[in-house]
């Protein structure tokens, strides 16, 4: 076998000089745009979304069409994230309820544990250093303020903040500048 019948192992989009790692398995949507120090695998990235700089998404995690992912943000196994949604600089998800490092003495596999599933709907927004915890449904067009731990469900079109995360009002339809506080 020569060196150019040799499988691929990196996208054709990866560039290692700028630090873009992109693994052969990723599919990318039209026009994604990618900045430098990112590592992907085994990821979805849908149509006109932009990833910023020191992202990880790793395998079986998706991202909709027209979605920002801002730098220094890790989306990991089982996250799945719909169309147009924001997340914010720093942002953590969470897919091990009960994290170890070893199983019987010894460290611990893949084997060893259960990704728990995450969800962010439609036209999210998710603010900066927040921390989502897995089996959570963060609703369509809700918002969760900067910094918050997000414990449970975040109801569609609700305002959450805090550690952990409390519902502070509804959020207003873009540009009514409307916003309900309960």
């Avoid at 730098?71 to 997340?87: P, Q, Y």
């Amino acid at each position: 076998m020569t060196k150019t019948d040799a499988p691929r192992r990196t996208h054709e989009r990866a560039d290692p000089v700028n630090g873009i790692r992109i693994a052969a398995d990723v599919k990318l949507g039209r026009n994604v745009a990618i900045h430098c120090f990112v590592n992907l695998y085994g990821c979805r990235i849908g149509d006109d979304s932009r990833v910023g700089s020191f992202v990880e998404i790793q395998k079986n995690a998706s991202v909709g069409a027209r979605c920002k992912v801002s730098s220094h943000t890790f989306i990991c196994e089982g996250v799945t994230i719909e169309d147009e949604v924001f997340v914010g600089h720093g942002v953590m998800f969470i897919n091990d309820l009960d994290p170890r490092a070893t199983a019987d003495g010894k460290p611990q596999s893949e084997a060893d544990w259960t990704v728990v599933p995450t969800r962010v709907c439609k036209g999210a927004s998710i603010g900066s250093g927040a921390v989502i915890l897995g089996g959570v449904t963060i609703g369509a067009g809700a918002l969760v303020g900067a910094g918050a731990v997000v414990t449970k469900d975040v109801e569609p079109g609700t305002v959450v903040a805090g550690c952990p995360a409390r519902f502070l009002r509804t959020r207003s339809a873009i540009g009514s500048g409307d916003a309900e506080v309960r």
